[in-house]
Each structure stands twice: as structure tokens, then as C-alpha cells.
């Protein structure tokens, strides 16, 4: 029995060994036969798809076969190349990196891989932008180190988003508030956050620009910290911009200071400059790391240097700005970038800190429509010039980031469409009388056939077009050096009760002692075209000034200089319209905001928006204002205006037109039948229609720009 038994074991055995080999030799002969079947797809029928699905097959069922692997893997990078497809390169690197043990492959790859690179190296290359739908819209923010999230502030809170959500890769997730609005801490809406490199740490801005506090939370949300910095912070919105270093153990920022030879003289952010600082996140001294005007500073991946964008003079009263590298512990910059015709903004460094990216302006009041990225070397020094890579839209913000993947976030805004429309008093369809543009402060004539605004076709200057639509007319181009420009917000363009003169708001740019300020002042001139005539010499700026209804005089509001403990009073002031004395006929008390006034037709009051939310009216001879309408919400470019006959008050608020008794009611909206926002409005003389300016896009959206790298000029060390 036993003998049997073992009999049967020795032949299931050799049975079994006999299948092994069978099936060995059957499998050898198979991966053959399918190599051969997919060559003849392949080189006889022309159907590479097919061919490149077989050869996959080979690859997936016959691994051990490293001959004919290796063959297969070969032939799906021909393949591939016979298609055009970028692919092939992929394809080739495979049959090196898996197969180095078969020569005579591995030798064929390498050389397609060098031919298909020098090809390549020919060939015009374009990096791909992909829009995030963010449905909160922020409008700006940073990225994280990750690359997952977008941190921005809205409402006077600090939020993070994942920007790739559930429902698609495009679409952003669910957005998560990491800080409560007090009143005391509100973070700052337009952003210039910062993240560490290690994930951990948010630094924001929460204030206003008057003074300007930074906190410091954990990424996931917490109790903010305050940054205790000796000095109030002035200044506009890249002066703002943060920097932590990659462990969020020092911040990096940019604090204006007063000039030593502007002290005692004019007090206010033109006569400061902004130098670059340092400070521990837990407290300390700062320390000054710049000796010239810089802004804008982000420590390098290894915390070791900081680049920054240093404001320097091109020629006399010009100012040009690059981009510089200095060690984060101080010592000698290096010059990064050189824009002798436009300004460098916004440096952000590459994950492995070997490259720096930043926005490209072509001019001193023009958006960015360029990204450069310089590689560098170990001090921060250019290794070659810059690469300028075209952006589909144009950028007033900061780059978001670069992520580990090499993706660049980008901060582009929308197309915008904005022009003069009409709409009959009592609401109904809007009609466009304007070609679209940037429309600012329409004004009628005073016999309603002609509307007057800033334009900006050909340059900036003041236009005029039919009531009823068709030709604009070039009343005054403002020419660069010569005269004013027309200031933004509060510009004015109102006309006189005689139709002879317009009165508006006009900047001029004033370079002395290597300080370059603004004189903002009241101008008169011509309807018709003519030289301005200035008739105020204000010691701090003169704007949104409106006519008398008998024009002889004019009304508008100036700002203190200096400021009063840090923050500005706006006043309503009253001068004849040949000039002389400025009466002022308001305190602080008044609240007079800074934005929009209007004469009332009989010219005993004027109306204006208050700090408190409020339009109110106070008599022209000064005295107690009135509340006429409470506002949900206060702008600088809000406006406000009477009907002819007085009876009815014309205002913006929040994209739509309002009218109110001018004793007080309810608000009624004049319809316009459209969705984007109202801003600037005038009343017509016969106070049948209401011209306004309709704004649409201009937000600031997330997008990701991939497929760059093959741009960058690579250099030497």
C-alpha cells in the first residue's frame, strides 16, 4: 500500500513538473506571438492604438520575459513618437530606467530620447493656466506649502479653502474660518498674508492702513497672537506684505519711517520710506535688514536670504523697482532683476529656492500682464535673464505660491466692461451711450445734450459724448509731467449752471529731495478745451468738489495734514470759483466721509456720506446736519446727487441706484434691468434719467500655471 501511494506521489509529481515546463515554454511562445501580432499592427496595418494595446499587454502578463518586455516597452515609445505624443519621451526613459540589462534597447531609447529633446528644444512651448472656481470669490490669497489649500481673509476674517473640492479638480471645497472678526482684530480683506514653509503658521494684517497690527495663528485656526511691533504701520497695500520664515519663527515686513530731513516737515506716508525688517515671532527688537526703499520681502525655502522688490530712481522723478536678494541676517544684497521700463512685484521663490518668480509691470499705473522667473544661485545672484512668460489676464495682486509639484498660483482678474449708460429716473432699461472703457464721475450739460466723464481712450483725459450715444469727444488729454490728472476716487467733472466750465480733482505727481509726492488740488477749465486753471493750494488734498447751483462758488471735501492721531478728518470746504479763501464749513464732529458731495438745487445745504453710515445734509453756511438715509455699507466710490427740481435724492450703494425723499423714507431701487454694479451716477436736467457708469468683472481669480519649467532659462553656476 505504502509502495502504491508513493508511486502515485512520484508521478503527480513529475506531472506536475512537466505542466511547469510546458507552460513555460507555451508562455515564451506566446509573449512572442503577441510581440509579432502587435508589430504587424504596428508597422503593416498602421494602427499604433491597437499596437500600443498589445505591447501594454505584453507588458502587464508577460514581466518575466524580459526580452520581449523590454521590445514592447521599446515600441510603445515609437509608437508614441509616430503619434506626436509627448508621451514618447516617458516611454523611452522606461525601457532605460527598467531594462538596463538589454543593451541594444536601452541604446535605441537614448537615442530617440536625444533626438526627440533637440527636437522639442525647436518647438514654440506654452505653459497651461487652469482657472479654481472659488464660489466665496476671495480675490486674493496664498497658497499652502502643500499646494492643497488657499488662505485669504474676507469679512474681516482669516479662512482657508481646499482647492481642489469633491464635485472636480477645478472647483474648490468647502471654505473653514480660522478667525472670528472683533473689534478690536479685523483682518485686512485685500490679503498679504503669509505661510511658514513647514505648514504650521498664518501671519495677517488686521487694522487699517492708518495703523496696521500682524498676528500669528496655527494653520488649523486658533487664538491669534499678536506681534508686538514698536511703530505704527503706514503706508498702501504692498507695503503690507508679509514673510515668515520656514520654521514661522520670524517675521518678515516692510515699515515706512520718516525721513531724518522730513521731520517737522510734511507728516505723511509720501514723506515716509519703507525699509525691510526682521523680528521674532515671540518678541524682540526688529532688525533692519535694508538701507534702501524696499517692500514686499519673502524668506527663501531654507530661510537663509530674503528677496524683496527695492524702489529706486530710473532718471529724475521716475521711480523703478527690482527685485534683490539679501541674507536673512543681514549683509550685502544682490540686484535680481532689472526693469529700467517697468516695475518687478511680488517675489516668490521655487520650492528647492533655485528660482525666483514675480509679476511683471510694464508701467508705474499698470497691471501686471507678465510672470519672470530668474534662476539663481546660492547667494541669490541671476544665473541667466529672466524668462517672461505671457499671463492670459492681467494681476494687480501677489502670486499665490509655488507648490512642490511646480505649479504657480496666480491672482488674475476678469475681463471688465465698463461704460456710461442712461436709465429713465423711474427704473426701466438701461441704454449704453458710451464706448466701453473706464468711465469715471458722468456729469450732464446743462442743457442735457452732452455727458461729460474721465476717460481713458488714447491716454487719460475728460470726454464728452451725446446724451443719446455716438462720438466721444476729447475735451482735455491729460499730458504726463504737464499738468494734473484727474484724481480717482472724487475726480468730480461737474459742470457749471452756465455750461462754460467744468470743475474736477487733479493729482500732480511732485518729486523733490528724492521724495516723490502728490499735490491734489481743485481745477477749473473750459468746457469747450482749454489750459486748467488750480484754485486751491491744499496742505493735504482737495477732492469730489461740486458746483454751486448759481457757480459762483465751489464745494468739496479736504482731508487734515497732518493727521490727527493717525487717522485723517475729512472736512467740506467752499471757495469761490476764481479762487481765494477755503471756508470750511464742517468739524470732526460732522463725520464727513471721504467720497461724494452734492449741492442741493436751491443751494442752502449740501449732502454728504458720514462715518457713521449715513447721507446727511448740512446747511451751506455750516450749522447741525440732518440724517437723510442710513447706508449698509460706506465707499469711496459711492456717489450721491439731487434732482433738479429737488424733490428727490439720487445714491449708490452696494452696485445699485437708490431714491430717497430728501426729508427722509424708505429707499425705492431704480431698476436698470442689469446684474453688474452701478457706481458713478448724474441726474439729468430734467430730471428724467440718471446717467451712471455699470461695471462688470475685474475680481481677482485663482488660477494654476503648470508646464512652465522647459520656459526657464537655466544658466550656469
Same mark, same amino acid.
Given at each position: 500500500?505504502?509502495?502504491?501511494?508513493?508511486?502515485?506521489?512520484?508521478?503527480?509529481?513529475?506531472?506536475?513538473?512537466?505542466? /511547469?515546463?510546458?507552460?513555460?515554454?507555451?508562455?515564451?511562445?506566446?509573449?512572442?506571438?503577441?510581440?509579432?501580432?502587435? /508589430?504587424?499592427?504596428?508597422?503593416?496595418?498602421?494602427?499604433?492604438?491597437?499596437?500600443?494595446?498589445?505591447?501594454?499587454?505584453?507588458?502587464?502578463?508577460?514581466?518575466?520575459?524580459?526580452?520581449?518586455?523590454?521590445?514592447?516597452?521599446?515600441?510603445?515609445?515609437?509608437?508614441?513618437?509616430?503619434?506626436?505624443?509627448?508621451?514618447?519621451?516617458?516611454?523611452?526613459?522606461?525601457?532605460?530606467?527598467?531594462?538596463?540589462?538589454?543593451?541594444?534597447?536601452?541604446?535605441?531609447?537614448?537615442?530617440?530620447?536625444?533626438?526627440?529633446?533637440?527636437? /522639442?528644444?525647436?518647438?514654440?512651448?506654452?505653459?497651461?493656466?487652469?482657472?479654481?472656481?472659488?464660489?466665496?470669490?476671495?480675490?486674493?490669497?496664498?497658497?499652502?506649502?502643500? !499646494?492643497?489649500? @488657499?488662505?485669504?481673509?474676507?469679512?474681516?476674517?482669516?479662512?482657508?479653502?481646499?482647492?481642489?473640492?469633491?464635485?472636480?479638480?477645478?472647483?474648490?471645497?468647502?471654505?473653514?474660518?480660522?478667525?472670528?472678526?472683533?473689534?478690536?482684530?479685523?483682518?485686512?480683506?485685500?490679503?498679504?498674508?503669509?505661510?511658514?514653509?513647514? &505648514?504650521?503658521?498664518?501671519?495677517?494684517?488686521? &487694522?487699517?492702513?492708518?495703523?496696521?497690527?500682524?498676528?500669528?495663528?496655527?494653520?488649523?485656526?486658533?487664538?491669534?497672537? $499678536?506681534?508686538?511691533?514698536?511703530?505704527?504701520?503706514?503706508?498702501?497695500?504692498?507695503?503690507?506684505?508679509?514673510?515668515?520664515?520656514?520654521? &514661522?519663527?520670524?517675521?518678515?515686513?516692510?515699515?515706512?519711517?520718516?525721513?531724518?530731513?522730513?521731520?517737522?516737515?510734511?507728516?505723511?506716508?509720501?514723506?515716509?520710506?519703507?525699509?525691510?525688517?526682521?523680528?521674532?515671532?515671540? !518678541?524682540?527688537?526688529?532688525?533692519?535688514?535694508?538701507?534702501?526703499?524696499?517692500?514686499?520681502?519673502?524668506?527663501?525655502?531654507?530661510?537663509?536670504?530674503?528677496?524683496?522688490?527695492?524702489?529706486?530712481?530710473?532718471?529724475?522723478?521716475?521711480?523703478?523697482?527690482?527685485?534683490?536678494?539679501?541674507?536673512?541676517?543681514?549683509?550685502?544684497?544682490?540686484?535680481?532683476?532689472?526693469?529700467?521700463?517697468?516695475?518687478?512685484?511680488? %517675489?516668490?521663490?521655487?520650492?528647492?529656492?533655485?528660482?525666483?518668480?514675480?509679476?511683471?509691470? %510694464?508701467?508705474?499705473?499698470?497691471?501686471?500682464?507678465?510672470?519672470?522667473?530668474?534662476?539663481?544661485?546660492?547667494?541669490?545672484?541671476?544665473?541667466?535673464?529672466?524668462?517672461?512668460?505671457?499671463?492670459?489676464?492681467?494681476? @494687480?495682486?501677489?502670486?499665490?505660491?509655488?507648490?512642490?509639484?511646480?505649479?504657480?498660483?496666480?491672482?488674475?482678474?476678469?475681463?471688465?466692461?465698463?461704460?456710461?449708460?442712461?436709465?429713465?429716473?423711474?427704473?426701466?432699461?438701461?441704454?449704453?451711450? *458710451?464706448?466701453?472703457?473706464?468711465?469715471?464721475?458722468?456729469?450732464?450739460?446743462?442743457? !442735457?445734450?452732452?455727458?461729460?466723464?474721465?476717460?481713458? $481712450?488714447?491716454?487719460?483725459?475728460?470726454?464728452?459724448?451725446?446724451?443719446?450715444?455716438?462720438?466721444?469727444?476729447?475735451?482735455?488729454?491729460?499730458?504726463?509731467?504737464?499738468?494734473?490728472?484727474? *484724481?480717482?476716487?472724487?475726480?468730480?467733472?461737474?459742470?457749471?449752471?452756465?455750461? $462754460?466750465?467744468?470743475?474736477? *480733482?487733479?493729482?500732480?505727481?511732485?518729486?523733490?529731495?528724492?521724495?516723490?509726492?502728490?499735490?491734489?488740488?481743485?481745477?477749473?477749465?473750459?468746457?469747450?478745451?482749454?489750459?486748467?486753471?488750480?484754485?486751491? $493750494?491744499?496742505?493735504?488734498?482737495?477732492?469730489?468738489?461740486?458746483?454751486?447751483?448759481?457757480?459762483?462758488?465751489?464745494?468739496?471735501?479736504?482731508?487734515?495734514?497732518?493727521?490727527?492721531?493717525?487717522?485723517?478728518?475729512?472736512?467740506?470746504?467752499?471757495?469761490?470759483?476764481? !479762487?481765494?479763501?477755503?471756508?470750511?464749513?464742517?468739524?470732526? @464732529?460732522?463725520?464727513?466721509?471721504?467720497?461724494?458731495?452734492?449741492?442741493?438745487?436751491?443751494?442752502?445745504?449740501?449732502?454728504?456720506?458720514?462715518?457713521?453710515?449715513?447721507?446727511?445734509?448740512?446747511?451751506?453756511?455750516?450749522?447741525?446736519?440732518?440724517?437723510?438715509?442710513?447706508?449698509?455699507?460706506?465707499?469711496?466710490?459711492?456717489?450721491?446727487?439731487?434732482?433738479?427740481?429737488?424733490?428727490?435724492?439720487?445714491?449708490?450703494?452696494?452696485?445699485?441706484?437708490?431714491?430717497?425723499?430728501?426729508?427722509?423714507?424708505?429707499?425705492?431701487?431704480?431698476?436698470?434691468?442689469?446684474?453688474?454694479?452701478?457706481?458713478?451716477?448724474?441726474?439729468?436736467?430734467?430730471?428724467?434719467?440718471?446717467?451712471?457708469?455699470?461695471?462688470?468683472?475685474?475680481?481677482?481669480?485663482?488660477?494654476?500655471?503648470?508646464?512652465?519649467?522647459?520656459?526657464?532659462?537655466?544658466?550656469?553656476?
Amino acid at each position: 500500500m505504502k509502495n502504491a501511494k508513493k508511486i502515485l506521489f512520484t508521478f503527480l509529481v513529475s506531472a506536475f513538473s512537466l505542466l /511547469l515546463i510546458s507552460n513555460t515554454v507555451s508562455s515564451q511562445q506566446t509573449a512572442g506571438e503577441f510581440f509579432e501580432k502587435a /508589430l504587424y499592427l504596428e508597422e503593416a496595418k498602421g494602427d499604433l492604438q491597437k499596437a500600443i494595446d498589445l505591447y501594454l499587454k505584453i507588458l502587464k502578463q508577460f514581466p518575466e520575459n524580459r526580452e520581449v518586455a523590454a521590445k514592447a516597452q521599446l515600441h510603445i515609445g515609437l509608437c508614441y513618437e509616430k503619434l506626436g505624443l509627448k508621451e514618447a519621451q516617458k516611454a523611452f526613459q522606461k525601457v532605460v530606467d527598467n531594462f538596463p540589462e538589454r543593451q541594444e534597447e536601452v541604446a535605441i531609447a537614448k537615442e530617440r530620447i536625444a533626438a526627440l529633446s533637440k527636437a /522639442l528644444e525647436k518647438v514654440p512651448h506654452k505653459p497651461t493656466f487652469r482657472k479654481i472656481r472659488i464660489p466665496a470669490n476671495p480675490g486674493s490669497g496664498v497658497l499652502s506649502p502643500d !499646494g492643497k489649500n @488657499l488662505v485669504f481673509a474676507s469679512e474681516g476674517c482669516i479662512w482657508s479653502v481646499p482647492i481642489h473640492g469633491k464635485v472636480d479638480p477645478n472647483i474648490a471645497g468647502t471654505p473653514i474660518r480660522l478667525t472670528e472678526a472683533t473689534e478690536t482684530m479685523r483682518a485686512w480683506d485685500w490679503g498679504m498674508l503669509a505661510l511658514s514653509a513647514d &505648514g504650521k503658521w498664518i501671519a495677517f494684517n488686521a &487694522g487699517e492702513n492708518e495703523k496696521m497690527d500682524i498676528y500669528i495663528i496655527p494653520f488649523s485656526g486658533g487664538e491669534p497672537k $499678536k506681534v508686538l511691533i514698536d511703530t505704527d504701520r503706514m503706508g498702501w497695500g504692498s507695503d503690507f506684505r508679509l514673510s515668515l520664515s520656514p520654521d &514661522g519663527k520670524v517675521l518678515a515686513f516692510s515699515l515706512r519711517e520718516e525721513e531724518e530731513q522730513n521731520k517737522g516737515k510734511k507728516n505723511n506716508i509720501f514723506a515716509r520710506k519703507s525699509y525691510i525688517y526682521t523680528i521674532p515671532v515671540e !518678541g524682540g527688537t526688529a532688525k533692519k535688514l535694508t538701507d534702501a526703499m524696499a517692500t514686499q520681502p519673502a524668506f527663501s525655502p531654507d530661510g537663509k536670504k530674503i528677496a524683496y522688490v527695492k524702489t529706486h530712481l530710473s532718471e529724475p522723478g521716475k521711480t523703478q523697482t527690482d527685485v534683490w536678494v539679501i541674507p536673512a541676517s543681514g549683509g550685502n544684497p544682490v540686484q535680481v532683476s532689472n526693469c529700467p521700463s517697468g516695475r518687478a512685484r511680488s %517675489p516668490v521663490w521655487s520650492p528647492d529656492g533655485k528660482m525666483i518668480a514675480f509679476n511683471f509691470e %510694464p508701467g508705474r499705473d499698470s497691471l501686471s500682464k507678465e510672470l519672470w522667473i530668474v534662476p539663481v544661485a546660492e547667494k541669490g545672484k541671476p544665473l541667466a535673464p529672466p524668462s517672461k512668460i505671457e499671463l492670459p489676464l492681467e494681476t @494687480l495682486h501677489m502670486v499665490a505660491g509655488w507648490t512642490p509639484d511646480n505649479k504657480i498660483g496666480l491672482q488674475l482678474m476678469n475681463p471688465e466692461h465698463n461704460a456710461v449708460y442712461t436709465v429713465p429716473a423711474s427704473g426701466g432699461k438701461a441704454v449704453q451711450v *458710451s464706448p466701453a472703457g473706464v468711465p469715471e464721475n458722468p456729469r450732464w450739460s446743462p442743457d !442735457g445734450k452732452r455727458i461729460y466723464f474721465r476717460g481713458f $481712450k488714447d491716454g487719460p483725459n475728460i470726454s464728452s459724448v451725446p446724451a443719446g450715444g455716438g462720438e466721444v469727444n476729447i475735451v482735455f488729454p491729460f499730458r504726463s509731467g504737464k499738468e494734473a490728472y484727474e *484724481s480717482a476716487p472724487g475726480g468730480g467733472n461737474d459742470i457749471s449752471s452756465d455750461g $462754460k466750465k467744468l470743475v474736477f *480733482s487733479g493729482g500732480i505727481r511732485v518729486y523733490k529731495d528724492n521724495i516723490t509726492s502728490y499735490e491734489v488740488d481743485i481745477y477749473t477749465m473750459p468746457t469747450e478745451g482749454g489750459e486748467p486753471i488750480k484754485i486751491t $493750494k491744499s496742505p493735504g488734498q482737495d477732492r469730489f468738489p461740486c458746483w454751486s447751483p448759481d457757480g459762483k462758488s465751489i464745494a468739496f471735501i479736504r482731508y487734515s495734514d497732518p493727521p490727527k492721531d493717525k487717522t485723517y478728518i475729512m472736512n467740506i470746504c467752499i471757495v469761490s470759483a476764481e !479762487g481765494g479763501e477755503v471756508r470750511q464749513i464742517t468739524s470732526e @464732529l460732522d463725520n464727513v466721509f471721504w467720497s461724494c458731495i452734492d449741492w442741493s438745487p436751491d443751494g442752502k445745504s449740501i449732502a454728504y456720506f458720514s462715518k457713521d453710515n449715513n447721507i446727511k445734509v448740512i446747511p451751506a453756511e455750516g450749522g447741525e446736519p440732518r440724517v437723510i438715509v442710513h447706508v449698509d455699507k460706506l465707499s469711496n466710490h459711492a456717489e450721491l446727487a439731487w434732482s433738479p427740481d429737488g424733490k428727490k435724492f439720487a445714491y449708490t450703494c452696494q452696485g445699485k441706484i437708490w431714491i430717497v425723499p430728501p426729508d427722509g423714507g424708505e429707499p425705492v431701487e431704480v431698476k436698470t434691468g442689469m446684474s453688474a454694479e452701478a457706481a458713478k451716477i448724474g441726474w439729468s436736467p430734467d430730471g428724467k434719467k440718471i446717467a451712471f457708469t455699470h461695471w462688470t468683472g475685474g475680481d481677482h481669480e485663482l488660477w494654476l500655471m503648470e508646464n512652465f519649467l522647459r520656459l526657464v532659462k537655466k544658466g550656469t553656476q
